[in-house]
Structure formats: C-alpha cells, structure tokens
C-alpha cells in the first residue's frame, strides 16, 4: 500500500484524500491547518487507511516534523499557490515525490529552479 499525505483538507484535499483511501491503494494522511478539518474529512469517510492530521504545512518545520515521524512516498499539495515552493523544498528534503495541484501557472516559473520539481498539471503522464 503507498503512503501519500495530502495536504489541505478543504474542497480538493478532502475529494483526493477521499479517492485515494476508497481506492484501497493507498495508506493516506490528509493534514490540515485546523485539525478538526481533517478530522471531519476521516470521519465523513469512516476508512482506516486515512487518517487525520492537524498541523500548518506552511512552517518548514512543522511539515518537516511531520515527514519525519510519518514518512510516505508522496505529498499532494492542494494548499493555495504561495504555499507550495516550500512543501515541494521538504517534500524534497524528505525524498518523496511532490504534486502541486493549484497555482500551477504562477509557480512554474519559479519552483523549477529551486527545488528541481516540476508542477504536474494533471495532462502530462
């Protein structure tokens, strides 16, 4: 089973989170600032690979912590765009795969350089 954290548990978080789990595929960590939030996501879903987190993925440290004591394969980044250069710094930092979900447009400019990923735009394979 792959281990993936999915960040952000609002509309597109919580959907991916959700898809992945009911897969059976995947072992998944849904994270959210508000803890409740993501608490409400496992809840609705009521699965026991997908399990709740509560933490800011926008403090470096925190995030790195958090892969750290949780290690997966891949983040999934559904957080507003000025979030994402640094999940993609620690999910690299962590060696895990990075995917940015939102803001693909005004980031790609600027994350290849700096953290040798590339945004996945959802129609490239």
């Avoid at 600027?110 to 959802?122: E, H």
Wanted: aromatic residues 4%; proline residues 3%; contains cysteine.
């Amino acid at each position: 089973m792959h281990k993936v954290l999915v960040l952000g548990a609002g509309k597109i978080g919580s959907l991916i989170a959700g898809l992945l789990a009911e897969s059976g595929d995947y072992d998944v960590q849904v994270a959210d600032v508000d803890g409740s939030v993501a608490r409400a996501v496992v809840d609705a879903h009521g699965i026991d690979n997908l399990h709740a987190h509560g933490f800011d993925a926008g403090d470096a440290q925190a995030l790195a912590a958090h892969l750290a004591a949780h290690p997966v394969e891949a983040v999934i980044s559904s957080l507003p765009f000025y979030c994402n250069i640094g999940v993609a710094e620690a999910a690299r930092a962590a060696l895990v795969t990075a995917r940015v979900l939102e803001g693909v447009d005004a980031l790609d400019a600027d994350l290849r350089p700096r953290t040798g990923f590339r945004p996945k735009t959802g129609d490239e394979s």
